[in-house]
């Protein structure tokens, strides 16, 4: 099984970047997919999941911001993240799970400033 997250960089506060997770080994359309982020210092937090039939939900912090979407043709699950800010800094992590099966990937930063 991999995870595979790409679209991590630099950016400047207002900017807008978009994360994908490419996912092999597993049917993905069956599985909940889920960004997390984890700032330095700081514990993994849940940023938005999107659930086998579409239901999605967002941490309170990048509701109106952030949008979750995945294309079960590609095996692959997206991050939107606009209007940027600098305490959105971290390394996000893709996270794909059904039952007792979890899988991560190996994270990709992304680094807010100006």
């Known amino acids: 099984v991999q995870l595979v997250e790409s679209g991590g960089g630099l950016v400047q506060p207002g900017g807008s970047l978009r994360l994908s997770c490419a996912a092999s080994?597993?049917?993905?359309?069956?599985?909940?997919m889920t960004w997390y982020r984890q700032a330095p210092e700081s514990q993994r937090e849940l940023v938005a999941q999107i659930h086998m039939f579409g239901t999605k939900i967002y941490a309170d912090s990048v509701k109106g911001r952030f949008t979750i979407s995945r294309d079960n043709a590609k095996n692959t699950v997206y991050l939107e993240m606009n209007v940027l800010k600098p305490e959105d800094t971290a390394v996000y992590y893709c996270n794909a799970f059904r039952s007792r099966d979890v899988y991560w990937g190996q994270g990709t930063q992304v680094t807010v400033s100006a």
């Open positions: 080994g597993i049917d993905f359309s069956r599985y909940a």
